[in-house]
Nanobody
Framework: QVQLVESGGGLVQAGGSLKLSCAAS????????MGWYRQVPGNERELVAR???????TYADSVRGRFTISGDTVKNTVDLQMNSLKTEDTAVYYC?????????????WGQGTQVTVSS
């Protein structure tokens, strides 16, 4: 079973920076997207940023211009550089990889890493 291992979360003051990293424990073929989502207790998990194979990147409006995603479909890694952090960025962040499987798709999720931004 492939695992996505995340690192880089923690506590930072508002205005600071953090970098999240995610690596797959085994090679994943036919990746269609690699991304980061976040979730606050009581809320649905939401997209933060995603790298789409062959078609660029997608960012949530709330992070555009502050966060930068980079993915490597050969190394199966995806990083999220977060700058100018705000208290509202506090959440558990999850790595996600979507890949083609037969005629459909399957995906993997990381275990989540806590990001806390203090005022």
């Amino acid at each position: 079973q492939v695992q996505l291992v995340e690192s880089g979360g923690g506590l930072v003051q508002a205005g600071g920076s953090l970098k999240l990293s995610c690596a797959a424990s085994e090679r994943i073929l036919r990746i269609t997207s690699m991304g980061w989502y976040r979730q606050v207790p009581g809320n649905e998990r939401e997209l933060v940023a995603r790298v789409n194979s062959g078609s660029g990147t997608t960012y949530a409006d709330s992070v555009r211009g502050r966060f930068t995603i980079s993915g490597d479909t050969v190394k199966n890694t995806v990083d999220l550089q977060m700058n100018s952090l705000k208290t509202e960025d506090t959440a558990v962040y999850y790595c996600h990889i979507l890949y083609r499987y037969g005629l459909g798709f399957r995906d993997y999720w990381g275990q989540g890493t806590q990001v806390t931004v203090s005022s």
